[in-house]
Nanobody
Framework: QVQLVESGGGLVQPGGSLRLSCAAS????????MGWYRQAPGKQRELVAR???????NYADSVKGRFTISRDNANNTVYLQMNNLKPDDTAVYFC?????????????????WGQGTQVTVSS
């Protein structure tokens, strides 16, 4: 199986910065799309940013120009650099990675989720 471990969340003042990391481990042959999602209290989970194997990135309109997603393929890790944070960015942030792995002897492709990390933006 595949496990994703996130780190880097915390409490920050408006205008501050945080960097989230998400490392995958387990049986991994390849990782395709990596992404970050977030879920605020009482709201649905939403896509924040995603990055493909060749480095092409997409962002939610609300974070464009403030957040940057990047990936380290050698270490199966995806990052989210968050600058100029706002109170509306407060949420639990989840990592998602689409992985080619195997169950027994059969390879398969599936999306895996991290456990989530809390980001709170408040003065």
């Amino acid at each position: 199986q595949v496990q994703l471990v996130e780190s880097g969340g915390g409490l920050v003042q408006p205008g501050g910065s945080l960097r989230l990391s998400c490392a995958a481990s387990g049986i991994i042959f390849n990782i395709y799309v990596m992404g970050w999602y977030r879920q605020a209290p009482g709201k649905q989970r939403e896509l924040v940013a995603r990055i493909t194997t060749d480095g092409s990135a997409n962002y939610a309109d609300s974070v464009k120009g403030r957040f940057t997603i990047s990936r380290d393929n050698a270490n199966n890790t995806v990052y989210l650099q968050m600058n100029n944070l706002k109170p509306d960015d407060t949420a639990v942030y989840f990592c998602n990675q689409e992985v080619l792995t195997k169950g027994g002897s059969i390879p398969y492709r599936a999306a895996f989720w991290g456990q989530g990390t809390q980001v709170t933006v408040s003065s």
